[in-house]
């Protein structure tokens, strides 16, 4: 099957989060079926690096009009792993050290889906299903169905969008339909929800098939508390709704592959492997006083919807006993500056306000527990991650982090959950994971599973494989 994947982002090109994680995950997976001629089409960044840029070439350039505005772009590409990635360049609108948060990020991105199809079109390059992900490429699910939907040729690709978080969505006045998406106002009413156009609406409508990154998410998104304001689109388009969890990439997450982590080790020895990652992490963090204590290390975004306010409404009683925290992330003003409070006051906590790939790889690897209790988690990665180490997770059962984490003391569990968005609940449940860290066999048996946990993309690939093979 030819397939192209159209993204605002990928590893290790330019990327933000999840997304560009599974869309330099996923493409992979189904390359390595020889049957199938990947791609994957995504913004040049100026934020590219170099290593990159020097293995592209120049594969067309294009020229075309949207609304009132002349335009165009050079494509460039290179191949990796199989899967051939191109790359939209135009310094006007990708030239600016970042890749969202812009002004004109409506614009910016609607230029990006409509090159997309222009280059469909003025290369005669069509695949039989176009992949589209997030608000940021919805246009290019939506364009097919309006501004070229006269186009026979456009008209014989299936379409698949992806919805990676909800709460994105990429809402507009009506005023943008002409002005800056080019669409005609006959097609108001696709895009149209609550006074305003909505994106991410209009390509659930526009789209032959639509997924979330999790079973359990895409039940969820059925009821207005997970919908932002979408739900009974939603629930309209129920009969082509489908959820498949993402995977991780065992080829960066895995510690017998080393790379970023002190000492490598297996599921054969990750006892004595986690103990002297662990020494070496505490040492660097100057808690070597605490080397006999379960280390918790929790690893996020800090946002209220990641369940940052119930740790900080805990945390200080949870400091009381025989443990170590670890807290590595951005986010929020408020909790940085709780957080770096809290570290003057308590000896045994560290607030690493800062994101970095490598310390975050230290941490999966050193710590015995990892607290993931957020309010809504569309997929999550990172409790797959902490399994990956041998690290057992504590989340809220919720989305993703429902389908993917069985509770102790179910036989296939892999670490802990927990229902109810309550703090107490939840230093509930790090009390029961402290209580069995001391039943060592116990312990042994549960991380153990947590290694064994199968998250790879493989299995996420054939889903893939299955929805793309219903709509040809």
């Known amino acids: 099957m030819k397939l192209l994947f159209v993204t605002s982002e990928a590893n290790p090109y330019a990327a933000s989060g999840g997304l560009g994680d599974v869309m330099g995950a996923l493409p992979a997976a189904l390359a390595e079926n020889s049957d199938n001629e990947v791609s994957v089409i995504m913004p040049y960044y100026n934020t590219v690096s170099e290593t990159y840029r020097s293995k592209m070439k120049k594969v067309a350039d294009i020229s075309f ?84 939907k006269d186009n026979e040729k456009l008209s014989e690709v299936k379409t698949v969008f992806t919805i990676h978080n909800i709460e994105y969505q990429g809402k507009y006045g009506k005023d943008a339909l002409g002005d800056l998406f080019g669409i005609d106002d006959e097609f108001c009413g696709i895009l149209e929800q609550d006074g305003c156009l909505n994106l991410l609406k209009g390509a659930v409508i526009c789209a032959d098939q639509v997924t979330t990154v999790s079973p359990n998410y895409a039940n969820e998104l059925k009821y207005p508390f997970f919908a932002f304001g979408l739900s009974e689109v939603i629930k309209s388009q129920e009969h082509k709704l489908t959820g498949v969890i993402n995977g991780i990439d065992y080829s960066y997450f895995s510690p017998d592959k080393g790379g970023d982590i002190d000492f490598s080790y297996n599921k054969f020895s990750r006892k004595a492997g986690k103990k002297k990652n662990k020494l070496a992490l505490l040492a660097d963090l100057g808690l070597s006083e605490f080397a006999d204590r379960p280390l918790i290390v929790m690893i996020t975004r800090l946002a209220k919807g990641k369940g940052v306010d119930l740790v900080l409404h805990v945390i200080e009683e949870l400091l009381s006993k025989d443990v170590t925290v670890v807290v590595l992330g951005t986010g929020e003003k408020e909790y940085e500056l709780a957080f770096s409070a809290l570290e003057t006051r308590y000896k045994n906590l560290r607030a690493l306000i800062t994101f970095n790939r490598v310390i975050s790889k230290k941490l999966y690897a050193s710590a015995d527990i990892f607290l993931m209790p957020s309010k809504s988690e569309p997929c999550g990665l990172a409790q797959m991650i902490s399994c990956s180490y041998a690290t057992v997770p504590i989340v809220r059962a919720v989305g993703g982090l429902y389908d993917s984490i069985k509770s102790y003391p179910a036989s296939d569990s892999n670490g802990f959950t927990f229902d109810n968005y309550n703090a107490h609940d939840f230093l509930f449940k790090i009390y029961e994971a402290l209580e069995l860290y001391k039943n060592t066999a116990e312990w042994d048996k549960l991380t153990l599973r947590a290694i064994k946990s199968d998250f790879t993309w493989n299995k996420s690939a054939s889903k893939y494989m299955e929805i793309y093979s219903k709509i040809q």
């Open 65 to 148: 009009k949207l609304s009132w505005r002349s335009t165009g772009a050079s494509i460039f590409s290179l191949v990796d792993r199989g899967v051939t990635y191109y790359f939209i360049e135009n310094h006007r609108y990708f030239s600016r050290g970042r890749l969202y948060g812009e002004y004109d990020d409506g614009e910016r991105f609607a230029f990006f889906s409509a090159a997309v199809v222009e280059f469909m079109i003025q290369t005669g390059n069509y695949p039989d299903v176009l992949h589209a992900n997030d608000w940021q490429s919805a246009l290019s699910v939506i364009y097919p169905k309006t501004r070229y």
